[in-house]
T-cell receptor
Framework: GAGVSQSPSNKVTEKGKDVELRCDPI?????LYWYRQRLGQGLEFLIY????????KSGLPSDRFSAERTGESVSTLTIQRTQQEDSAVYLC????????????FGPGTRLTVT | AQSVTQPDIHITVSEGASLELRCNYS??????LFWYVQSPGQGLQLLLK??????LVQGIKGFEAEFKRSQSSFNLRKPSVHWSDAAEYFC????????????FGAGTRLAVHP
Protein backbone atom coordinates (compact mmCIF):
# COMPACT_ATOMS: atom_id res chain seq x y z
CA GLY A 1 0.00 0.00 0.00
CA ALA A 2 0.92 3.65 -0.13
CA GLY A 3 3.31 5.05 2.42
CA VAL A 4 3.08 8.24 4.40
CA SER A 5 2.70 11.25 2.15
CA GLN A 6 3.29 14.90 2.93
CA SER A 7 2.50 18.09 1.09
CA PRO A 8 3.85 20.38 -0.05
CA SER A 9 7.32 18.94 -0.48
CA ASN A 10 8.79 22.44 -0.37
CA LYS A 11 7.39 25.67 0.98
CA VAL A 12 8.96 29.10 0.90
CA THR A 13 7.18 31.76 2.89
CA GLU A 14 7.81 35.26 4.14
CA LYS A 15 8.41 35.93 7.77
CA GLY A 16 5.15 36.62 9.56
CA LYS A 17 2.95 34.56 7.26
CA ASP A 18 1.04 31.46 8.35
CA VAL A 19 1.71 28.05 6.80
CA GLU A 20 -0.12 24.73 6.80
CA LEU A 21 1.63 21.43 6.29
CA ARG A 22 -0.29 18.28 5.51
CA CYS A 23 0.33 14.64 6.34
CA ASP A 24 -1.53 11.60 5.03
CA PRO A 25 -0.64 8.59 7.18
CA ILE A 26 -0.70 4.98 6.12
CA UNK A 27 -4.28 3.77 6.05
CA UNK A 28 -5.24 2.08 9.31
CA UNK A 29 -2.41 3.57 11.33
CA UNK A 30 -3.82 4.94 14.54
CA UNK A 31 -0.75 6.85 15.67
CA LEU A 32 0.64 9.93 13.94
CA TYR A 33 3.70 11.96 14.85
CA TRP A 34 5.19 15.26 13.74
CA TYR A 35 8.90 15.98 14.01
CA ARG A 36 11.10 18.92 13.08
CA GLN A 37 14.59 18.45 11.66
CA ARG A 38 16.75 21.53 11.52
CA LEU A 39 19.72 21.54 9.18
CA GLY A 40 22.41 19.20 10.44
CA GLN A 41 20.46 18.19 13.50
CA GLY A 42 18.45 15.24 14.70
CA LEU A 43 14.69 14.93 14.82
CA GLU A 44 12.85 16.99 17.38
CA PHE A 45 9.50 15.60 18.53
CA LEU A 46 6.61 18.04 18.14
CA ILE A 47 3.27 16.30 18.67
CA TYR A 48 1.72 12.83 18.79
CA UNK A 49 -1.84 11.71 18.03
CA UNK A 50 -3.09 8.29 19.09
CA UNK A 51 -6.62 7.32 18.14
CA UNK A 52 -9.21 9.38 20.00
CA UNK A 53 -6.94 10.17 22.93
CA UNK A 54 -5.87 13.70 23.69
CA UNK A 55 -2.71 14.46 21.72
CA UNK A 56 0.69 14.77 23.35
CA LYS A 57 1.63 18.37 22.56
CA SER A 58 4.64 18.47 24.83
CA GLY A 59 7.09 19.03 21.98
CA LEU A 60 5.46 22.07 20.38
CA PRO A 61 8.02 24.88 20.71
CA SER A 62 5.58 27.77 21.05
CA ASP A 63 1.92 28.67 20.84
CA ARG A 64 2.47 29.62 17.20
CA PHE A 65 2.50 25.89 16.47
CA SER A 66 -0.66 23.81 16.41
CA ALA A 67 -1.80 20.58 14.83
CA GLU A 68 -5.04 18.82 14.15
CA ARG A 69 -5.98 15.37 13.07
CA THR A 70 -9.28 14.27 11.57
CA GLY A 71 -10.13 10.93 13.10
CA GLU A 72 -7.41 8.49 12.14
CA SER A 73 -6.57 10.15 8.87
CA VAL A 74 -5.11 13.41 7.66
CA SER A 75 -3.22 15.75 9.95
CA THR A 76 -2.27 19.37 9.43
CA LEU A 77 0.50 21.22 11.23
CA THR A 78 -0.03 24.97 11.31
CA ILE A 79 2.65 27.51 12.05
CA GLN A 80 1.40 31.04 12.60
CA ARG A 81 3.46 34.18 12.17
CA THR A 82 6.44 32.21 10.89
CA GLN A 83 9.94 33.16 12.00
CA GLN A 84 13.26 32.41 10.34
CA GLU A 85 14.09 29.90 13.05
CA ASP A 86 11.09 27.84 11.89
CA SER A 87 13.01 26.96 8.72
CA ALA A 88 13.48 23.19 8.82
CA VAL A 89 12.23 19.93 7.38
CA TYR A 90 8.98 18.85 9.00
CA LEU A 91 8.56 15.10 9.08
CA CYS A 92 5.42 13.12 9.70
CA UNK A 93 5.34 9.48 10.77
CA UNK A 94 2.60 6.97 11.49
CA UNK A 95 2.41 3.61 13.19
CA UNK A 96 -0.20 0.96 13.81
CA UNK A 97 -1.78 0.01 17.11
CA UNK A 98 -0.07 -3.37 16.99
CA UNK A 99 3.42 -1.91 16.50
CA UNK A 100 3.37 1.57 17.90
CA UNK A 101 7.14 1.78 17.99
CA UNK A 102 7.63 1.02 14.32
CA UNK A 103 7.18 4.40 12.80
CA UNK A 104 6.95 4.91 9.06
CA PHE A 105 8.14 8.30 7.93
CA GLY A 106 7.03 10.52 5.10
CA PRO A 107 9.48 12.37 2.85
CA GLY A 108 9.04 15.61 4.74
CA THR A 109 8.17 19.20 3.92
CA ARG A 110 11.11 21.58 3.62
CA LEU A 111 10.02 24.95 5.00
CA THR A 112 12.08 28.03 4.27
CA VAL A 113 11.14 31.30 5.94
CA THR A 114 12.68 34.35 4.26
CA ALA B 1 15.57 13.32 31.22
CA GLN B 2 15.79 10.90 28.35
CA SER B 3 18.47 11.57 25.77
CA VAL B 4 20.45 9.94 23.00
CA THR B 5 24.04 10.79 22.15
CA GLN B 6 25.75 9.95 18.91
CA PRO B 7 29.36 11.06 19.47
CA ASP B 8 30.43 10.95 15.83
CA ILE B 9 28.96 13.62 13.57
CA HIS B 10 30.76 12.42 10.44
CA ILE B 11 32.43 9.11 9.65
CA THR B 12 34.22 8.15 6.45
CA VAL B 13 35.07 4.57 5.60
CA SER B 14 36.34 2.77 2.53
CA GLU B 15 34.04 0.46 0.66
CA GLY B 16 34.44 -3.05 2.01
CA ALA B 17 35.67 -1.88 5.40
CA SER B 18 33.82 -2.62 8.62
CA LEU B 19 31.68 0.00 10.30
CA GLU B 20 30.64 0.81 13.84
CA LEU B 21 28.42 3.78 14.70
CA ARG B 22 28.18 4.66 18.35
CA CYS B 23 25.04 5.41 20.32
CA ASN B 24 24.63 6.08 24.03
CA TYR B 25 21.31 6.66 25.72
CA SER B 26 20.04 7.95 29.00
CA UNK B 27 16.77 6.45 30.18
CA UNK B 28 15.67 5.27 33.62
CA UNK B 29 13.78 2.16 32.59
CA UNK B 30 14.47 -0.69 30.20
CA UNK B 31 14.89 1.04 26.88
CA UNK B 32 13.39 0.33 23.53
CA LEU B 33 16.14 1.16 21.06
CA PHE B 34 16.11 1.83 17.35
CA TRP B 35 18.36 2.68 14.43
CA TYR B 36 16.99 4.57 11.44
CA VAL B 37 18.71 5.46 8.18
CA GLN B 38 18.00 8.56 6.10
CA SER B 39 19.30 8.39 2.56
CA PRO B 40 19.63 11.58 0.51
CA GLY B 41 16.22 12.82 -0.57
CA GLN B 42 14.41 10.00 1.17
CA GLY B 43 12.49 9.55 4.37
CA LEU B 44 13.75 7.70 7.41
CA GLN B 45 13.73 3.92 7.27
CA LEU B 46 13.86 1.61 10.27
CA LEU B 47 17.01 -0.53 10.21
CA LEU B 48 16.51 -2.52 13.39
CA LYS B 49 15.06 -2.42 16.87
CA UNK B 50 15.69 -3.85 20.33
CA UNK B 51 12.91 -4.49 22.82
CA UNK B 52 14.15 -7.36 24.96
CA UNK B 53 15.85 -10.74 24.80
CA UNK B 54 18.96 -11.36 22.74
CA UNK B 55 21.15 -8.29 23.01
CA LEU B 56 22.49 -8.71 19.47
CA VAL B 57 19.82 -7.81 16.96
CA GLN B 58 19.89 -8.20 13.22
CA GLY B 59 18.38 -5.71 10.86
CA ILE B 60 17.94 -5.03 7.20
CA LYS B 61 20.74 -4.40 4.71
CA GLY B 62 23.21 -6.51 6.69
CA PHE B 63 23.27 -4.27 9.76
CA GLU B 64 23.34 -5.45 13.35
CA ALA B 65 23.41 -3.72 16.72
CA GLU B 66 24.34 -4.79 20.21
CA PHE B 67 22.64 -3.58 23.37
CA LYS B 68 25.01 -3.23 26.32
CA ARG B 69 23.12 -2.22 29.44
CA SER B 70 26.27 -1.69 31.50
CA GLN B 71 27.52 0.87 28.99
CA SER B 72 24.09 2.32 28.08
CA SER B 73 25.05 1.74 24.48
CA PHE B 74 23.44 0.43 21.31
CA ASN B 75 26.14 0.54 18.65
CA LEU B 76 25.38 -0.21 15.02
CA ARG B 77 27.74 -2.42 13.02
CA LYS B 78 28.22 -3.75 9.54
CA PRO B 79 31.09 -6.06 8.58
CA SER B 80 31.52 -4.76 5.04
CA VAL B 81 30.23 -1.39 3.90
CA HIS B 82 28.82 -0.78 0.42
CA TRP B 83 28.83 2.55 -1.38
CA SER B 84 25.03 2.59 -1.14
CA ASP B 85 25.28 2.71 2.66
CA ALA B 86 26.30 6.37 2.49
CA ALA B 87 23.53 8.12 4.41
CA GLU B 88 22.70 9.63 7.77
CA TYR B 89 22.06 7.26 10.64
CA PHE B 90 19.93 8.06 13.66
CA CYS B 91 19.75 6.21 16.94
CA UNK B 92 16.56 6.59 18.97
CA UNK B 93 15.14 5.53 22.33
CA UNK B 94 11.45 4.82 22.81
CA UNK B 95 9.87 6.56 25.77
CA UNK B 96 6.65 5.11 27.14
CA UNK B 97 4.27 5.94 29.93
CA UNK B 98 0.96 7.24 28.69
CA UNK B 99 2.35 8.53 25.45
CA UNK B 100 4.82 6.66 23.29
CA UNK B 101 7.42 8.67 21.44
CA UNK B 102 10.93 8.40 20.08
CA UNK B 103 13.84 10.54 21.24
CA PHE B 104 16.42 10.82 18.48
CA GLY B 105 20.14 11.44 18.53
CA ALA B 106 21.64 14.15 16.34
CA GLY B 107 22.71 11.62 13.73
CA THR B 108 25.96 10.37 12.18
CA ARG B 109 26.64 11.11 8.54
CA LEU B 110 28.44 8.25 6.83
CA ALA B 111 30.53 8.77 3.73
CA VAL B 112 31.90 5.79 1.79
CA HIS B 113 35.05 6.05 -0.31
CA PRO B 114 35.33 3.75 -3.33
Amino acid sequence: GAGVSQSPSNKVTEKGKDVELRCDPISGHTALYWYRQRLGQGLEFLIYFQGNSAPDKSGLPSDRFSAERTGESVSTLTIQRTQQEDSAVYLCASSSGQALWEQYFGPGTRLTVT
Amino acid sequence: AQSVTQPDIHITVSEGASLELRCNYSYGATPYLFWYVQSPGQGLQLLLKYFSGDTLVQGIKGFEAEFKRSQSSFNLRKPSVHWSDAAEYFCAVGVSGGYNKLIFGAGTRLAVHP
